[in-house]
């Protein structure tokens, strides 16, 4: 190949044959790829080049390539262009512009490529001088590059036979380099493309256009049982000089960064699964929401199908025997593949499994474990045979089994299902799956366990209010108690009715602050020692006294409550209010009147005197008694729910029963969380 001497200016000597030391020019050498038109124009700008010059493509290319010398070298890309297409290949030293203005020295060498008619390209090569001397001055370029580089080097000929190749290129296709040598390509790289590979080089060849960077996948007939990813790029070979006319092309072996890439990019899928679940799962105490959330968290970014179910445990302290067929309770389940596997997931709520089944295997271990569908383990697992049919055809082919375990306690477990269209689970699925289950577990465990308080605290709470207020001859009552909806624990929320001696009425509505069975408790103390204060007092701030000392006694730290003694003979009404909503009165024509509002402070307070307010209540009013939850609400104040009542007694009443159903109805959304507790009682006088 031409060199110039060492030393040479790079003008009009003669070419010497000389070789570079193995191994150095990739060690030392960047080199910037690059082409120019008859024209002086850019028209190619190789990675490489950004580098060297520090230009990006779309600052330079259709520009003029005497915008990469300085004011002292005019003419020089002239001069590259007029000797190439001279000499066919020339070698010259010269000076460079960086785009930041700093100038250099760089080695050139430049060749005519050619490609569609009219549109052949000088291509160069330019190198740093400072790094070339560093190698030699003697160093022939391409020869180096040839020999020593760990790309793969390829030249083929018109007909796609290799012409030569380097070492590199043999090691990749476990063929030696003399037995590649006159063969055609596709005789040794074997791809599945119908034939593209073999036509993008033939479009080289005929068209002249390189191609860059492009991915083949592949295999060779040296390696016929390894698959390969590689980077390859071509570009024409003009013939210019003695070289022949056909394809040069570089090949790269980037299979371990394929690979890594997508090891990656599966590592950075499973985090976001696992960031997502930690937001969407268990943002309920509900068990069965639970379950719903992790299927729909792993459908279908994880996996094809999914099922989550509870063990039935006879008792939960029961240890797990492998010997003894097992129980569950299948509570969620999704799916994204066709009608036999949405049967299959969903069609069954109450599901056997027989020992020995893979289910066993998997709570023996305590560990994920995946298992391929196939006839030994659906014979295994499922007891019908339909069901065990439906398995068979639903299209899943593999199924990653995991328990949900809870504070050393097996809750149930997760199933995970992929069909042939994805690949099969990794190590690192049954990671991501354990971790899931772990997390569905606890909220699981969370959920039982708040449902069980939950029932303990409604069970007592409906134990210490009264099923049927007796409120005498002079008083109809209607009343009605509403735990707040699911998700939220039952509150403090109480009331009482009761005759008293002479025609007297007593009626009591109060919220004790909190929830759950501190909460009940509190409120059966104060519900029982109001109940039995008004046997004895007629005083209803000497009853609201005695409560507030009585919730000071047992810790109770905040209580409302309202009290309304009602006298049947002289149809007057006293009312005593320790911070708690003001009672309303319907009047027969309609009016509403607010009683006592604003009047007292909250039980437990302590250190402050009740006061009372006595009014007449006409034959027929209504009053109405109730707590905090039919009035206020997420996004409505306490004053406008106030209002909406008022508006509701206001309409015909009609039967109490109906009324305080409507009143329930029109006022308390679908969404409520608190306690609700509206008493209604018509008074009549004593005859």
Known sequence: MPTDPPGGDGGERGPEPLRSEPGSLLEHVSVAVFGIDDEGLIRYWGPGARNLFGHEAAEVLTGPAAALFPESEPGAAARLVERARTLGYWR???????????????????FPVAGAEDDSVIMGLASRSDELDRVKTNLSFLDALFETCPIGLVMLDEELRYVHLNQALADMDGIPVAEHLGRHMADVMITSDDGEYRRMLRGVARDGRPVVGTLVGLRT?????????????????????????????LLIDVTDRERAILEATSARRRLALLDRAAGHIGTTLDVEVTARELVEVVVPDFCDGSVVELVEWMDENEDFDPELP???????SGTVLDAPAVELVSGLREVTYPPGSGIHQMLSSGRPICVRVDEDFV???????????????????RILIAPLIARGTVQGLAMFGRSAARPDFAEQD???????????????????????????????????????????????????????GRGTEVGGDWYDAGTLPDDRVALVVGDVMGHGVPAAAAMGRLRITAKALSRHTRDPR???????????DVGIEW????????????????????????????????????????????????????????????EGATVALYTDGLIEARGRDIDTGLDALREELRGPMGSLEEAADRILSNLLPDTATDDTVLVLARVRRAR
């Open 379 to 397: 014979s295994r697992t499922v007891v019908h045979r339909q069901r065990g049919r439906l398995l068979m055809e639903s299209g899943l082919v």
């Open 92 to 110: 010259v030293r010269l000076p460079v512009r960086h785009r930041d203005g700093t100038v250099f020295d760089c080695g050139f060498r430049v």
């Open 326 to 332: 097992l129980f569950t309770r299948r509570i969620a």
């Open 221 to 249: 007939s040296g390696h016929p049982d390894r698959d390969q990813v590689r980077s390859v790029s071509f570009f024409p070979l003009s013939g210019a000089g003695d070289t022949r006319r056909g394809v040069g092309g």
């Open 559 to 618: 209580a409302t409550c309202a009290y309304l003694l009602y006298d049947a003979r002289t149809g007057r009404a006293v009312i005593a209010n320790a911070g708690h909503p003001p009672p309303l009165v319907r009047h027969p024509d309609g009016t509403i009147e607010t009683l006592a509002e604003g009047l007292g402070v909250p039980l437990g307070v302590g250190g402050v005197p009740f006061a009372s307010i006595e009014v007449e209540l006409p």
């Open 542 to 552: 000497a009853l609201l006294e005695e409560l507030d000392a009585c919730a000071q």
């Open 430 to 484: 049954l990671g991501l799956a354990g971790e899931l289950a772990s997390r569905a577990a606890l909220c699981l465990d969370n959920a039982r366990l708040y449902s069980r308080v939950q029932d303990i605290a409604l069970t007592l709470q409906r134990s210490l209010l009264p099923t049927a207020p007796a409120a005498g001859p002079h008083v109809d009552i209607a009343h009605r108690y509403l735990p707040g």
